[in-house]
């Protein structure tokens, strides 16, 4: 049984609006194992993220000495990592499966399954047995070993049985949505298999490692670890982000036969594999920051979710603007901000308070897919709003070397630009067509939730913390603490069942980017291994003619094709491996470049034709997926705008006077609201074409910086303000909106 704690319904607040907003979300794969299964099920995922934030806080010792292992150091960062992705990968195929579930199946297993299964149970028990061996007797396959040891005991039937076992899940799978399938639990033990052999082997692999000296072994190790990556990438992403790495794979071998700067000398498989899985790959930066930043920050967006403070937000987000016209819109912009901005998913997000604001922007008023798209927008832009941003920041502190408090800092006003031209898209729709708010009646009381304002203080506690000069490991670990506390002055305490969920759902919501960050992993390795990103810079930089303009948008090209299918964190990575060494070089300062990236990896989950963020919303809404995901894009267009603008005007990200920063924030907000009415077609009243395009005419000229150019827009601007004053009456608004 899943150790959720028994609360009472209600919210924090004692309104019920944002009722169940905090609920854990089962995915259409996902297991729900039950009885003694489901406490099996419980117990690892609590394992998992109690060893994340022990060692984080430096209680690897007792962790060490309680798993029996004080002579390996499990902080050392290739073996946290390789625990990091090993467990994710067993947790995985533990609780997701290869197929979406329409029911829960009761009854026995299929004989004919389970004979089918044992070719790849003989191949995985022979193959554990021999690492399970190796550690045992101390011994490995070190430098002086042949070449041929432990090929045929432990790699081939390592990778046959892989391979078998995935291949039955596609065609094959156990649709018994209340056990575990065994197959996925051979799956998990060589996962596990993989982790320990290159646990025990990581300090040869240090230095042989992608060279001639690398073992067979190393390389069917390596080989199967990168199966089982993809495999759980196909489950928990979907397939997009497995056909890119695996063309990346491809890439590696045929290299030698492509034209241009595609070619290079092409690579052995043992070369190539025992490379992709070291610190220059699969546990490099990505899985870096999966294993500290990422981790961290769902654990506590997690005992938010679990103290319920998530659905005071929420309330609080219901009590301030639900009642405002298209009220429910305002508050997605508002709840699924801040929780996008914690919890680093825009899809998963969308699915958690979308459930909520989208039925109640329907409500009032919204079409279908106005209201998926205003969702999709808002909870894409939690992702750029700081000082969290999906741990965007740390992750961009990671790769750039610039400290986390400049980051945060440089990010502010292009977020409230974005959230403010969503917000503008919004009203002026509502206006557009005389939405109202929802009845002060059916919204949360003001004055009851005012008295709860303590619950904001796990949030204010991190960015104290943040800026007091504390580590983020112990900034999140206070966040944690806090949202414990706050919870005791609220009906729903946190006692220790409640914190046992809190670690449960963390692990659960964490697996889906541990599986995408080691598969931007394998993408990195190959980028670094060929080569291939210093010449895609190189052409760059020729397409460009040193025209850095021309640059940014090619940029901003790449950065969202890589990105489509993928989440933020992913997506961003692999952009910043291929462009971003380029547009540093074009002269681009760094900060401008990574945030140039980032936007656009971000902006890719409403980007139409794959925008998962829009999906998800559509999937809510029963609207279409591709008019949702047009519209969205038409919400959010001003995240396609701001990169440009922080370009040409450093102010934007803090880097100028007081008076240079005044100047543009002024006009930048006036031409992302003259670009709101343009989209929307309502500035006054209704704008017919030609005067939509003059509008945005007078939004670019805003937007591009300058006095002369702000003069132009701004009078354009006026120009249309006294014609639609001047002509429009209540009669010919009323036939216009008809």
């Not at 987000?317 to 998913?345: C, D, E, Q």
């Not at 790449?558 to 462009?579: E, K, N």
């Not at 003259?674 to 989209?679: E, M």
């Amino acid at each position: 049984m899943t150790a959720q704690p028994a609360n009472s319904p209600g919210t924090a607040a004692g309104d019920g609006i944002a009722e169940g907003v905090d609920a854990e979300i089962f995915t259409a794969n996902q297991r729900k194992p039950l009885g003694r299964l489901g406490l099996v099920a419980a117990i690892l995922c609590i394992a998992y993220t109690v060893f994340h934030v022990g060692v984080m806080n430096g209680l690897h010792d007792r962790i060490t000495d309680l798993l029996g292992l004080r002579s390996i150091d499990l902080t050392e960062p290739w073996r946290y990592r390789l625990i990091h992705v090993g467990g994710g990968l067993a947790l995985g195929f533990v609780l997701f499966s290869s197929t979406l579930f329409s029911e829960a199946r009761p009854g026995q297993a299929d004989p004919r399954r389970l004979a089918a299964v044992l070719p790849g149970a003989l191949a995985v028990a022979l193959a554990f047995g021999q690492v399970l061996l190796f550690w045992i007797t101390g011994e490995a396959v070190d430098q002086a070993a042949r070449p041929g040891t432990a090929v045929w005991t432990f790699g081939v039937p390592l990778v046959a049985g892989v391979a078998w076992l995935v291949l039955l899940g596609w065609v094959w799978p156990d649709r018994r949505r209340g056990q575990f399938d065994l197959a996925d639990l051979l799956l998990a033990l060589a996962a596990i298999s993989v982790a320990m052999y290159l646990i025990l082997h990581a300090p040869f692999l240090r230095l042989r490692a992608g060279t001639a000296l690398a073992k067979p072994a190393d390389m069917y190790a390596a080989l199967a670890g990168t199966l089982l990556i993809l495999e759980m990438t196909r489950r928990l992403a979907g397939l997009a982000l497995v056909v890119i790495a695996a063309i990346f794979v491809l890439y590696a071998f045929v290299g030698p036969w492509l034209p241009g700067i595609l070619q290079h000398r092409g690579y052995t498989l043992t070369r190539f594999f025992s490379y992709v899985y070291t610190d220059q790959g699969i546990l490099g930066p990505t899985t870096a920051i999966s294993s500290t930043y990422i981790i961290l920050f769902v654990t506590f967006a997690a005992f938010l979710q679990a103290s319920r403070v998530g659905e005071y937000f929420v309330n609080f987000a219901f009590a301030v603007a639900g009642g405002a016209r298209g009220g429910p819109a305002k508050v997605a912009i508002f709840s699924s901000g801040l929780m996008g901005m914690i919890n680093g998913t825009s899809a998963g997000n969308v699915v958690s308070t979308g459930s909520l604001t989208i039925p109640l922007m329907k409500k009032v008023g919204y079409r279908p897919q106005t209201a998926a798209s205003v969702e999709a927008a808002a909870s894409s832009g939690g992702q750029i709003l700081p000082p969290i941003m999906g741990a965007g920041a740390f992750i961009m502190s990671e790769i750039t070397g610039i400290p986390y408090a400049e980051i945060v800092l440089a990010a502010i006003i292009p977020a409230v630009l974005y959230f403010a031209s969503v917000y503008f898209n919004v009203d002026l729709t509502a206006q557009k067509f005389g939405m109202k708010g929802l009845p002060r009646s059916e919204l949360p009381r003001f004055d009851r939730l005012a008295r709860q304002a303590f619950l904001f203080l796990p949030i204010f506690i991190l960015i104290g913390a943040l800026f007091a000069g504390y580590s983020v490991i112990r900034a999140g670990t206070y966040g944690m603490a806090a949202a414990a506390v706050v919870s005791w002055l609220t009906p729903y305490r946190m006692g220790p069942r409640a914190i046992l969920y809190a670690f449960e759902i963390a692990a659960k919501m964490t697996l889906q980017l541990v599986a995408v960050c080691a598969a931007a992993g394998i993408i990195v390795g190959v980028i670094a291994l060929t080569g291939v990103g210093t010449r895609f810079s190189a052409l760059l930089l020729g397409l460009a003619d040193q025209n850095q303009v021309i640059a940014l948008f090619f940029a901003m090209i790449v950065s969202i094709i890589l990105g489509m299918g993928m989440p933020t964190t992913a997506a961003y990575a692999v952009a910043a491996s291929v462009i971003g060494p380029g547009l540093v070089q074009m002269g681009v300062p760094a900060l401008t470049a990574h945030f140039f990236i980032f936007y656009y990896a971000v902006m890719s989950a409403i980007t139409p034709p794959v925008a998962l963020a829009a999906y998800a919303g559509a999937a809510i809404a029963q609207s279409d997926p591709m008019k949702t995901s047009v519209e969205s894009f038409r919400i959010g267009l001003a995240a396609f705008v701001v990169p440009f603008m922080f370009f040409s005007s450093p102010a934007l990200l803090m880097d100028g006077s007081w008076g240079e920063i005044l100047h543009v924030v002024i006009s930048a907000s006036l031409g992302i609201y003259l670009l709101s009415a343009s989209v929307q077609g309502w500035f006054v009243g209704l704008l017919a074409w030609p005067l939509r395009l003059i509008l945005l005419a007078a939004a670019l000229s805003m937007i591009s910086q300058g006095w002369l150019t702000d003069g132009i827009g701004f009078g354009t601007a006026l120009l249309v303000w006294f014609y639609q004053k001047r002509l429009i009456k209540p009669g010919s608004v009323i036939r216009g909106a008809d």
